[in-house]
Nanobody, 134 residues
Framework: QVQLEESGGGSVQAGGSLRLSCVASGPYYRSYVMGWFRQVPGKEREGVAALDSNGHTNYGDSAKGRFTVSKDNAKNALYLQMNSLEPEDTAMYYC????????????????????????????WGQGTQVTVSS
């Protein structure tokens, strides 16, 4: 069972930046995706960014050009650098891990095919709140 712990959320004014961190513990998988999702009460969970075990990334439309996902394999950590934050970015942010993920007969990356699909993820953190004020 992969366990995930997020940190780094908080309150910031519009235009500001935050860096979210997610530390993973538990089994190692050679092929996987880790992602960031966010959710506002009453709305569906939205895929923000994903990074797979081969280093490929995928971003949701709201994150492109403003957010950057990265990882530190030595620390088993996933990061989300969020710049130019807007009030619309206010949400609970979740880190997620697919467990073992494999594509068969596909030239595309794991991140591009399943990275932003919440249904593909088996393990979830508790979430960290991000609040952006205008």
């Amino acid at each position: 069972q992969v366990q995930l712990e997020e940190s780094g959320g908080g309150s910031v004014q519009a235009g500001g930046s935050l860096r979210l961190s997610c530390v993973a513990s538990g089994p190692y998988y050679r092929s996987y995706v880790m992602g960031w999702f966010r959710q506002v009460p009453g709305k569906e969970r939205e895929g923000v960014a994903a990074l797979d075990s081969n280093g490929h990334t995928n971003y949701g439309d709201s994150a492109k050009g403003r957010f950057t996902v990265s990882k530190d394999n030595a620390k088993n950590a996933l990061y989300l650098q969020m710049n130019s934050l807007e009030p619309e970015d206010t949400a609970m942010y979740y880190c997620a891990h697919t467990g073992l993920a494999v594509l068969h007969n596909s030239a595309k990356s794991l991140a591009s095919v399943i990275g932003l699909k919440s249904s593909e993820y088996k393990h979830w953190g508790q979430g960290t709140q991000v609040t952006v004020s205008s």
